[in-house]
């Protein structure tokens, strides 16, 4: 007990003589015996549960905390772990003192956390306070991690994975309505991120004690723009010379704000020209043409997995209105993505996953999202990316039926699109065929296998929009007779719409094959094949049969075909 007081009092005047206005002027975290003293003083007060106590040392900590406030910009030793020290003790004792501990977080991010994320000790740190106190700041300060996600993003971006099981943890409260669309691109542009901030350090110095912020507020505008101008060209700062073709080619608008907009430290919304910008352009460039670093090859493998949670958690706890919203960045995003073969190919998969998944849960957003959809589908084949979109989207509006059956104007103009890409299609296959019949290469050979697959899926599409609307019937019927009688374009192509054509006799077997796998009306020979497993053989229409007689002609059973009831 009396080792205790003892301890007790020797903390309590240590941290009484660093807060003395006679000490203003020095750096409180150059007191090698702050920490220990906040730490001792605060596992005295959480063990006696005494508000004495608290209420004795709550006006040091706090004046502690104010000097820390104003000396951080001038400091050259690490505040972090003193700033999380002191938050921990507002966070547990506010309410004894009455001390609103949102003010204090909210500077820690902008103060310190914006000068130190790149500390692996501080970022550790500040992602085991954040886990350790998450349900708290979740209910009572639910705006916080949303509003600061990019620096959140830059430290992890910067101390990679090592940080990542933390981080993954934390992320979900980045999550809110305000944050979720921002937080897209600024996910996909992680490595991007990391390029940056590479880039700034080998111009700028060390990132840890210098706020990237003030490099905006610079009274030397013209190195800014050479920064920018080397992060996004790959060009050293020294290059001002060149001639017109290089600069129009290279250069980007020095008044082009990505670069600000990737480093930024809190989220001020949703800028439509984070993926649009001639800077983003460049940057993927110069990306390409220099050797990746460990710390990009992190982020590369991290982001992935953090899309995965993003995600996850959209379609589990996100409004419709904001998925709705999403899935446009999406389609636009998709040809954007940093130049690395593995990672475009995990990055667009997760994509075009999720977009199918949204479009699943909720059919009406393809008609919601008609106009996007179409330019989409009008730019099929200006990239590999593009042409791989437009095929899932092909096979999204005939699985939903272009939104449902209550959208026929929409799924009409959806139908008119997939007859506009089918013509231009056959037109362009024959005459790419009668020019390159004399010389063939295997990068033809992939774009008529990639153009044959698309048309696939479009012929598909127009047979099964057609189907679950019966007013498109007349007009699919003739897109699918110029397709089966046109002999100049792939097998696969013309034997698929010769297929449908004769399904689209049979009105019955058109609809239990082509027509919606959930929410169908029974009509009278219509096979419901996900209630197969109940269904007698006699159940079946004896016309699927092909009225055949004596042994079986086919191999299977239906167990083989109908799903097994589990």
């Not at 991010?109 to 085991?128: M, N, Y």
């Not at 982001?303 to 419709?320: E, G, K, Q, S, W």
């Not at 007009?475 to 009688?485: G, H």
Request: proline share 5%; with cysteine; aromatic share 8%.
């Amino acid at each position: 007990m009396v080792d205790r007081d003892r301890d007790w009092e020797f903390h309590l005047r240590s941290l009484s003589a660093s807060a003395r206005d006679s000490n203003f002027s020095a750096d409180p975290a150059s007191d090698h015996n702050l920490l220990p003293s906040v730490k001792k003083l605060y596992e005295l007060c959480k063990s006696e549960e005494s508000e004495d106590l608290v209420t004795r040392v709550y006006p040091q900590i706090n004046k502690i905390f104010q000097r820390l406030v104003s000396s951080v910009s001038q400091s050259r030793i690490s505040n972090g772990l003193i700033f999380l020290a002191i938050l921990q003790f507002f966070l547990d004792f506010g309410e004894n003192v009455l001390h609103d501990a949102d003010p204090s977080l909210r500077t820690f991010f902008r103060s310190c956390l914006s000068r130190e994320f790149a500390d692996p000790v501080v970022a550790k740190a500040t992602l085991d306070f954040l886990n350790v106190n998450k349900k708290k700041i979740l209910t009572s300060f639910s705006t916080l991690l949303p509003q600061f996600f990019p620096l959140l993003l830059k430290l992890i971006a910067w101390n990679g994975e090592k940080l990542e099981k933390s981080f993954l943890k934390v992320f979900p409260g980045l999550i809110a309505p305000g944050s979720f669309l921002p937080l897209f691109p600024s996910l996909v542009d992680l490595p991007i991120l990391v390029v940056a901030l590479e880039k700034v350090e080998r111009s700028a110095g060390p990132l840890v004690g210098s706020s990237i912020a003030s490099i905006q507020k610079s009274t030397a505008p013209e190195m800014l723009f050479a920064l920018m101008d080397e992060a996004y060209t790959g060009s050293t700062i020294g290059d001002g010379g060149g001639d017109s073709e290089s600069e129009d080619s290279n250069a980007i608008d020095v008044a082009d704000p990505v670069f600000f907009d990737i480093l930024k430290d809190e989220n001020d919304g949703l800028a439509e020209r984070h993926w649009t910008s001639p800077g983003m352009a460049a940057a993927l460039q110069a990306a390409i043409n220099t050797p990746q670093s460990d710390r990009l090859k992190q982020a590369l493998n991290m982001t992935p997995r953090i899309l995965d949670l993003y995600f996850a958690i959209a379609l589990r706890d996100v409004h419709n209105s904001l998925i709705c919203a999403l899935l446009p960045l999406i389609m636009t995003r998709n040809a954007t993505i940093f130049p690395d073969k593995i990672f475009s190919y995990e990055v667009r998969k997760r994509l075009l996953e999720f977009m199918l998944a949204a479009f699943q849960r909720s059919p009406d957003f393809i008609a919601l999202l008609k106009k996007p959809i179409m330019d989409r589908l009008a730019e099929a084949y200006d990239s590999s990316a593009k042409t791989e979109l437009a095929l899932q989207l092909c096979w999204a509006i005939g699985e939903h039926g272009g939104g449902g059956a209550s959208h026929k104007d929409q799924a009409r103009e959806l139908f008119e699109s997939l007859e506009l890409l089918l013509y231009e299609n056959l037109s362009s296959s024959r005459l790419g065929l009668r020019q390159e019949s004399a010389l063939s290469s295997e990068g033809t050979n992939f774009r008529k296998s990639s153009q044959s697959r698309l048309l696939c899926f479009v012929v598909t599409a127009i047979a099964k929009l057609a189907t679950y609307h019966r007013e498109l019937l007349p007009r699919a019927r003739v897109s699918l007779a110029k397709v089966a009688r046109s002999r100049m374009s792939d097998a696969r192509v013309w034997k698929r719409a010769h297929d449908y054509l004769g399904l689209m006799n049979e009105p019955a077997i058109c609809l239990s094959v082509l027509g919606p796998s959930h929410g169908q009306m029974q009509n009278p020979g219509t096979v419901n094949w996900s209630e197969g497993g109940k269904k007698m053989i006699a159940h079946i229409p004896f016309y699927i049969l092909g009225e055949q007689e004596g042994p079986p002609f086919h191999d299977f059973s239906f167990s083989d075909i109908l799903p097994k009831r589990r």
